[in-house]
């Protein structure tokens, strides 16, 4: 049993990882959330080493831990006091600014479009794996992933065009 598990985390961990990353975008937190979900994983282990498909199964909970951590720390930004930011023009140009505002773009995404771009265009998964894991038809991936590639390019477009979001 102890040998299933291993086996399951050791093929699934950079891609439970790079999801989490790229929803929290902090190595930290990701590797927090990581740590809850092998816990989860190893406490459920019989149901998940069972499932038709324990990949996605730990996929899904790195997802939905992930959000979870991110609306906590979007609640707590509420309660404290924010304080202004500043930005300058110039560094828009520079490629880490372009790919900063690009993952702050996908973060603003709905949670279901975050997780099929992700799953899509970082990690490579097909469609019906990502239906799989998004627990929703090809056809809602396909549409979902539409829709989150026109957002993410509408958005770059107007902040490399005016310089503001």
Same mark, same amino acid.
């Given at each position: 049993?102890v040998t299933d598990y291993t086996t399951l985390i050791d093929t699934v961990k950079d891609t439970a990882y790079r999801l989490a990353l790229g929803i929290v975008g902090d190595s930290s937190m990701a590797e927090d959330i990581l740590q809850d979900v092998y816990e989860r994983v190893w406490? @459920?282990?019989? %149901?998940? +080493?069972?499932?038709?498909?324990?990949?996605?199964?730990?996929?899904?909970? %790195?997802?939905?831990? @992930?959000?979870?951590?991110?609306?906590?720390?979007?609640?707590?930004?509420?309660?404290?006091?924010?304080?202004?930011?500043?930005?300058?023009?110039? /560094?828009?140009?520079?490629?880490?600014?372009?790919? @900063? +505002?690009?993952?702050?773009?996908?973060? /603003?995404?709905?949670?279901?479009?975050?997780?099929?771009?992700?799953?899509?265009?970082?990690?490579?998964?097909?469609?019906?794996?990502?239906?799989?894991?998004?627990?929703?038809?090809?056809? /809602?991936?396909?549409?979902?992933?539409?829709?989150?590639?026109?957002?993410?390019?509408?958005?770059?477009?107007?902040?490399?065009?005016?310089?503001?979001?």
């Amino acid at each position: 049993m102890v040998t299933d598990y291993t086996t399951l985390i050791d093929t699934v961990k950079d891609t439970a990882y790079r999801l989490a990353l790229g929803i929290v975008g902090d190595s930290s937190m990701a590797e927090d959330i990581l740590q809850d979900v092998y816990e989860r994983v190893w406490r @459920a282990r019989d %149901t998940v +080493l069972q499932s038709e498909h324990p990949q996605a199964y730990i996929c899904r909970m %790195t997802h939905n831990l @992930a959000i979870d951590r991110v609306r906590q720390r979007q609640r707590e930004r509420s309660i404290s006091i924010d304080s202004p930011s500043t930005t300058d023009g110039d /560094s828009q140009t520079n490629i880490r600014d372009m790919a @900063a +505002l690009t993952r702050e773009i996908i973060a /603003s995404l709905p949670p279901k479009q975050q997780l099929i771009i992700h799953m899509r265009d970082v990690e490579g998964y097909e469609f019906e794996e990502i239906a799989v894991i998004a627990e929703c038809d090809e056809t /809602s991936v396909r549409m979902n992933l539409s829709r989150a590639r026109k957002r993410v390019r509408e958005e770059l477009l107007i902040a490399m065009n005016h310089g503001v979001r």
